[in-house]
Nanobody
Framework: QVQLMESGGGLVQAGESLRLSCAASISSFNAMGWYRQAPGKQRELLATITTGGTTNYADSVKGRFTISRGNAKKAVYLQMNSLKPGDTAVYYC??????????????????????WGQGTQVTVSS
C-alpha cells in the first residue's frame, strides 16, 4: 500500500523557518507537492515538483517556500522561510502518477493527486 508520511511541523514564531519532510513508500510518482489547509479556509496548493526537479509555486509562497526532492525520489521537502501567522495550517504532502500533474494541478485541483499524507500541523505565533 502506498503511503506518504509528513514530518517537521511544529510551533514557531513569526520570521522563523521550518522544513517539512514527506517520506513516500515508492519512488515512481510523476509529481509530488504540498498543500495546506487553515481552519475555515479552502485547501491551497503551494508547490509541486516533477521527477526531473522542475518546480512550480503558488504566488502566495513564491520566494519564501522551496520544494525539493530527495535523491532517491522517495522524499519531498518544503523549506519555509520568513513564516507568518497566516501560514498557520495543516500541511499535506501529495503525489501523482499523472503525466503533467505538477502544472495541471494548479488548474485541475485536488483530483490530480492519487495519494495524500495525513498532514502535519504548522503554527506560527506573532
Amino acid at each position: 500500500q502506498v503511503q506518504l508520511m509528513e514530518s517537521g511541523g511544529g510551533l514557531v514564531q513569526a520570521g522563523e523557518s521550518l522544513r517539512l519532510s514527506c517520506a513516500a513508500s515508492i519512488s515512481s510518482f510523476n509529481a509530488m507537492g504540498w498543500y495546506r489547509q487553515a481552519p475555515g479556509k479552502q485547501r491551497e496548493l503551494l508547490a509541486t515538483i516533477t521527477t526531473g526537479g522542475t518546480t512550480n509555486y503558488a504566488d502566495s509562497v513564491k520566494g519564501r517556500f522551496t520544494i525539493s526532492r530527495g535523491n532517491a525520489k522517495k522524499a519531498v521537502y518544503l523549506q519555509m522561510n520568513s513564516l507568518k501567522p497566516g501560514d498557520t495550517a495543516v500541511y499535506y504532502c501529495v503525489a501523482s502518477f499523472q503525466a503533467g500533474a505538477a502544472t495541471s494541478a494548479f488548474r485541475d485541483g485536488a483530483a490530480t493527486w492519487n495519494y495524500w499524507g495525513q498532514g502535519t500541523q504548522v503554527t506560527v505565533s506573532s
